[in-house]
């Protein structure tokens, strides 16, 4: 199974979803200086929507969020457009930005580090109900993928799975690992 418009949602310690305003300007310095490298566009205000997709960061490609959905917040990347390569280099692709966007948040000073990433959780999904229907068969297709990329992910450091069963939702996984990891610990271990 090809896995293709992979989302990545690093979850936070805090409760940063309680007040997401801060998030409105700095999200659009970062359309003007052009972060990431790719064409960021506009900046959608959802934070009247109960456990919803908060501030999100509209990009041509992806988009950028710091999301509440099932009252989980998180910062989240959710690629749009297909990309070449390995449900391998797809996967690194979405944990990379999401971790980045990660770290680029943390060290913000107008946020005084009232949002940060927990360490230990994570979760990923396909946006593509369609490509991978959240069903038994498409987690027994895609465990291999995901077992050999998290074992990357958290340099050898066990961890579990979890999936929802809803087959309205989009397919995800859960992730939670045995210790806790800092974004440079991740990031690290992805380019190891």
């Known amino acids: 199974m090809e896995l293709q418009h992979i989302n990545a949602k690093l979850l936070v310690k805090n409760s940063a979803g309680e007040n997401l305003e801060p998030l409105i300007p700095i999200f659009h310095g970062w359309i003007k200086e052009r972060a990431f490298g790719e064409l960021l566009l506009d900046v959608a205000d959802y934070r009247h929507v109960p456990a919803g997709p ?57 946020l005084a580090q009232k949002l940060l990433f927990n360490g230990q959780e994570m979760e ?14 498409t987690r027994e297709a895609v465990r291999p993928d995901f077992d050999a990329f998290l074992k990357k992910l958290f340099g050898g450091a066990e961890f579990s799975l979890s999936h929802g069963d809803d087959p309205r939702r989009l397919f995800g996984v859960s992730v939670k690992t045995s210790r806790s990891f800092s974004v440079a610990d991740l990031l690290a271990n992805l380019d190891a």
């Open 54 to 110: 908060g501030v999100v960061l509209i990009g041509e490609s992806a988009d950028y969020s710091v999301d509440d959905t099932d009252d989980r917040c998180g910062v989240r990347y959710n690629r749009k457009a297909a990309l070449d390569g390995s449900n391998q280099d797809r996967l690194r692709q979405a944990a990379h930005s999401a971790l980045i966007a990660c770290q680029r948040l943390e060290a913000e000073p107008s």
């Open 124 to 137: 990923f999904f396909v946006n593509d109900r369609m490509l991978a229907p959240n069903l038994p068969a």
